[in-house]
């Protein structure tokens, strides 16, 4: 087969050829970095998430088949699925948020808002450890880099407003 563009040639394609990515006419603009350090540091919540629940669970294994406290094993491996369900959830708003979704930055502001008053009710209550002052800098963090200027324009761009006819993100 060949194609009247490249008489003789057959339409074939170059594996090294590197095509430039052009986005479509009218096309917002990608993310800025805010928003983009916002879903990395989103992503690092979620990992050091997903490490903490693999440490409950394991301890959960070992102490529930050590004792033959079966009820409680059952109990703590809830919480774990549990525990990956708002995680796998947590890192799809982050992918949201990465496309410009006003819904699921406003839930990632409350979910951070919470984290952020629990974080420091903590360290105030009972003794500030690393633990809580690095979650209420990732949370803080979050909440500034979601709400800077730069941010709050991008979102305006790629967002239509809510209202009749509208798309609903």
């Known amino acids: 087969m060949t194609l009247p563009a490249y008489s003789g040639r057959h339409a074939t ?14 096309a917002p603009p990608g993310p800025p970095a805010t928003v983009t350090t916002a879903v990395v540091v989103l992503a690092v919540q979620g990992g050091f998430g997903v490490l903490g629940l693999g440490f409950f669970g394991l301890m959960a294994v070992a102490f529930g088949l050590g004792t033959g406290d079966y009820p409680g094993l059952v109990a703590c491996l809830l919480l774990v699925g549990a525990g990956l369900a708002f995680l796998t959830g947590w890192f799809l708003l982050a992918l949201r948020i990465r496309t410009g979704s006003r819904g699921a930055r406003v839930v990632v502001a409350l979910v951070s808002a919470i984290g952020l008053a629990g974080a420091a009710t903590s360290a ?18 979050v909440l500034v880099l979601l709400f800077v200027p730069s941010s709050n324009a991008w979102f305006r761009a790629v967002s239509p407003a809510p209202g009749p006819g509208s798309p609903r993100r």
């Open 13 to 26: 394609f170059d594996a090294t050829t590197v095509l430039p990515v052009v986005p479509p006419a009218g």
């Open 124 to 141: 105030a209550l009972v003794w500030p450890s690393l633990i809580t002052i690095g979650s209420a800098a990732l949370q803080a963090s």
